[in-house]
């Protein structure tokens, strides 16, 4: 039996993540609420516990969301990270009709805090925020979700396997914005009134 410390250490098979959850986002992004739920995926290759504001010299941004570790076909764990986007390259993409990977893929593309473990009748409670420099930039919780967590877990199960350790990023609120070097970021977690997890970063 691998001991919890080694199975912690066991990079997920995959990070799947949700695109267009908040329609506040939607809107700032000049997007359409699309027909159905946004699926895309990043390597675990692109954890990083290092924000870089800057990757092959092209500008990152910064989506904070709600992120939920899978055991059991259950969202066991929860943490609050950081979807990093080449924005300018995604949108080239996007407007060509090509796949996303080299504008969401790229290693240091996904941070998160610690997971802690959730439960189930507490999902529908959690908040994210994120201070950027010690200002409010970003807040949002279940209820703005399009897709709550439950609806995502089924959808993506119903054509993809999840195994125990991968991750689902559920998307972000409205507010997102380019990372400059120096940048400090607080990112946190509430159930309800009540801290649940915080990390920081100070930007590359
Ligand atoms: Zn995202």
Not at 127 to 132: A, C, E, G, R
Not at 140 to 166: C, H, R, W
Request: proline share 3%; charged share 20%; aromatic share 6%.
């Amino acid at each position: 039996m691998p001991s919890e410390q080694t199975k912690a250490n066991i990079p997920p098979s995959k990070i799947v993540c949700v695109g267009r959850n908040y329609v506040a986002h939607i809107e700032e992004l000049g997007n359409q609420v699309a027909q159905q739920m946004v699926v895309f995926l990043k390597p675990s290759s692109a954890m990083s516990e290092v924000l870089l504001s800057q990757h092959c010299a092209e500008s990152l941004h910064f989506e904070t969301e709600i992120c939920f570790k899978v055991q059991g076909g259950q969202l066991a764990e929860v943490a609050v990270g950081l979807d990093l986007t080449k924005r300018d390259l995604q949108a080239q993409l996007k407007n060509s009709g090509l796949p996303w990977e080299r504008a969401k893929a790229f290693d240091g593309a996904a941070l998160f805090s610690e997971f802690v473990v959730i439960k189930q009748t507490d999902i529908a409670k959690l908040q994210v925020s994120l201070q950027l420099n010690n200002k409010l930039q970003q807040h949002g919780n279940v209820d703005l979700m399009l897709y709550k967590p439950d609806v995502i877990l089924a959808q993506i199960s119903e054509f993809m396997t999840l195994n125990d350790g991968d991750i689902i990023m559920t998307g972000t609120p409205a507010g997102v914005g380019q990372i400059h070097a120096g940048d400090t970021f607080n990112a946190q977690l509430h159930l309800a009134d009540q801290l649940l997890v915080e990390q920081s970063w100070v930007a590359q």
